[in-house]
């Protein structure tokens, strides 16, 4: 097996996650706490893509961009609550060195692509908004299917920067992360070298793959906010920013903590905040989504009421 070019300048074979507490009694509680947010993730966003699938009234790029968002929750979360889980109630919290390499990759990818996709997803609702006769001509299958590949090459492309700046650095012990799971901050506090220019990287980094979709948001969200203010009618105003709210909420749950994570330098990062904020951004935001889109959307609950024959959906 043919090792990382990088791992020769370190001695470490594998890591030691510390998770949250070293009292069995609290683990077990938390075990049941995540169990329950991991399993409702699990069943939410996949009753969200499953819906989308079935309901041809649901074949609209806003539905199209939220089953993607669902699916990379399921994988966002699956990448990292599964192994807390098992080290909540085992002895042994270790993972291997090319196990962290492999979950600190998938998991930066898969929230860059996130990330990138509230971007998309303000951009469908400012184009459906402002330009509603054009909506269907604008936002055609193939353009939005290459949206979502931008989004996703970017999460492969950048977060390869971010773990080869990580790991190419020596670590030579302690092997003990103060995290629940190999995240880039928690593991570039053990590296045996100065860390200066991997901070700088991660301030221009996050700059980038966080303030430039935020900006884009911000910049669709004014031209919405302008446009349904020109709107005659209360009940009009309101419908439009009824499809608004649930995104805003979503995008603030997800992009505020990782932007303190991810562009706070790491001397003044303090471990139990960065797993607080890991654990709203990675575990909470993925359990609400579900909720939060499905809420006030009478078009998920109709096309819910239809595949349990329930009863009629609200019109």
Aim: charged fraction near 10%; include cysteine.
């Amino acid at each position: 097996m043919q090792d990382f070019p990088w791992k020769n300048h370190t001695s470490i074979s594998e890591f030691i996650l510390l998770g949250f507490s070293r009292n069995s009694q609290v683990n077990i509680i938390l075990f049941n706490i995540f169990f329950f947010l991991y399993l409702s993730t699990l069943v939410g966003n996949g009753l969200i893509v499953t819906l989308i699938y079935l309901d041809s009234r649901l074949h609209t790029p806003m539905y199209f961009f939220l089953s993607v968002l669902s699916m990379l929750d399921m994988s966002y979360v699956t990448t990292t609550v599964p192994q807390m889980l098992v080290h909540l109630v085992s002895q042994k919290k270790t993972i291997s060195y090319v196990g962290c390499v492999a979950q600190m990759y998938i998991f930066l990818v898969l929230g860059i692509t996130e990330g990138w996709l509230f971007s998309v997803m303000a951009y469908d609702r400012y184009v459906a908004i402002c330009y509603p006769l054009r909506y269907k001509l604008i936002m055609s299958s193939w353009v939005c299917g290459a949206m979502v590949v931008f989004c996703g090459l970017w999460g492969v492309s950048c977060s390869l920067v971010y773990t080869v700046f990580t790991m190419c650095l020596p670590y030579c012990g302690p092997n003990e992360i103060n995290h629940f799971f190999c995240e880039v901050p928690a593991v570039l506090k053990l590296a045996c070298a100065d860390t200066s220019l991997n901070d700088q990287v991660d301030f221009i980094l996050g700059f980038i793959l966080l303030l430039v979709p935020l900006s884009f948001i911000l910049a669709s969200y004014i031209r919405i906010f302008g446009t349904i203010l020109k709107i005659r009618s209360a009940q009009g105003r309101l419908k439009a920013f009824s499809t608004c709210a649930s995104h805003i909420t979503v995008v603030t749950m997800f992009c505020g903590p990782a932007m303190f994570m991810y562009m706070n330098p790491g001397a003044n990062a303090s471990p139990e905040r960065d797993k607080k904020l890991a654990l709203f951004y990675n575990v909470i935001s993925a359990f609400l989504n579900p909720i939060i889109y499905s809420l006030r959307n009478k078009d998920v609950k109709r096309a819910f009421l239809k595949l349990t024959r329930w009863g009629k959906a609200p019109e």
